[in-house]
C-alpha cells in the first residue's frame, strides 16, 4: 500500500506528507505563513526528546492502566457486540474487500495528518487520496507530531465516539459493533503501516518512536476502551496510571542515587 511508504518534500517555505507531493512553487507561501505556526514548531523542537523520555517514565502506569480497563470491559454487555465488529471487519480488511478498505486507509492516514496540521495552525493547501496513495501539502515546515500522528491518533474510532455520542438514543449493541469495527481498523492499518521503510518514523527517528508510541497508543485505546465500557471520566483513567508511574520513577531515583 503506498500510503504505508510516505515521502516528505519540502522547502524552506511549505511542507507536505504523502507519497507525492511536488516542491515546486512553494516559495510564494513563506509571506503567508502564521508566526503562531513557526513558533510552535519551534516548540515542538525543543520538547521532543523531553516528550519521549515522559513518555518512557509513563508507560508502566498506562499499560496498567489499560489493562485495568480492558478487564473492567472485558465483562461489560458490550464486549461481545464489539468483538463481532472488530472481528467482522478484521475478516474483511484481510482479504474480502482490501482494495476498498486500503482507500480508506489512506484517507484516514492523510485526513489525520492534515487534521494534526490545522491543529498546529498550518494552513492546509492540498489534500489527495487514492488506492495507492495520498498526501497533503500546507505551509510551513511542520512538526513531529503531525508527522507521528496517525499511528497513534484513531480518527475514525474518535468520528464514531462523537456520532454515536450527538445521536439520538440508540441500542447499545449497535454502537459498540461500529465502535469495535473502527478500532479494528486503528489497529489493523498502524500494524500494517509501522514498518522499516515507513518515512514518517524515518524522519522524527526510530528510537524517539519506539519511545513516545507504546505509551501513547496505551493512553488512546484505554481511553476509547473507556468509553466503550461507559466510564466517561478522564481522570478516573489517569488515576490508576499515577501508581505504576510513582514506583519507576522512585525506581530510577533510587538508582541514581546509590
Not at 523542537?45 to 470491559?73: D, H, N, Q, T
Not at 485526513?111 to 491543529?119: M, R, Y
Amino acid at each position: 500500500m503506498a500510503a504505508t511508504s510516505l515521502a516528505r518534500l519540502e522547502s524552506l517555505a511549505s511542507g507536505s506528507r504523502g507519497s507525492s507531493a511536488p516542491a515546486a512553487g512553494s516559495a510564494p507561501y513563506s509571506r503567508r505563513m502564521n508566526p503562531i505556526a513557526r513558533a510552535l514548531d519551534r516548540l515542538f523542537a525543543w520538547v521532543k526528546w523531553p516528550v519521549a523520555i515522559a513518555s518512557v517514565m509513563f508507560l508502566p502506569g498506562l499499560v496498567y492502566a489499560l489493562a485495568f480497563v480492558a478487564e473492567r470491559f472485558a465483562r461489560s454487555p458490550a464486549v461481545l457486540p464489539f468483538a463481532i465488529g472488530a472481528a467482522v471487519y478484521a475478516v474483511a480488511f484481510a482479504g474480502l474487500a482490501r482494495r476498498r478498505i486500503g482507500f480508506w486507509t489512506v484517507v484516514e492516514h492523510e485526513l489525520t495528518h492534515a487534521i494534526f496540521a490545522w491543529a498546529s495552525l498550518h494552513r492546509v493547501v492540498g489534500f489527495a487520496a487514492t488506492r495507492s496513495g495520498g498526501h497533503i501539502r500546507y505551509i510551513g515546515r511542520g512538526n513531529w507530531l503531525i508527522a507521528i500522528a496517525p499511528y497513534f491518533f484513531p480518527t475514525f474510532a474518535l468520528i464514531a465516539i462523537a456520532v454515536l455520542s450527538w445521536t439520538p438514543p440508540h441500542p447499545a449493541a449497535i454502537g459498540a459493533v461500529i465502535l469495535g469495527a473502527a478500532v479494528a481498523h486503528h489497529v489493523l492499518s498502524t500494524w500494517l503501516e509501522t514498518h522499516r521503510h515507513q518515512v514518517d518514523l524515518r524522519e522524527v527517528g526510530w528510537l524517539w518512536s519506539w519511545m513516545f508510541l507504546p505509551a501513547v497508543n496505551a493512553f488512546v485505546l484505554g481511553l476509547v476502551l473507556a468509553y466503550a465500557s461507559g466510564t466517561r471520566s478522564l481522570t478516573a483513567h489517569l488515576s490508576h496510571v499515577r501508581g505504576p508511574t510513582l514506583v519507576l520513577f522512585h525506581w530510577l531515583v533510587g538508582l541514581v542515587h546509590r
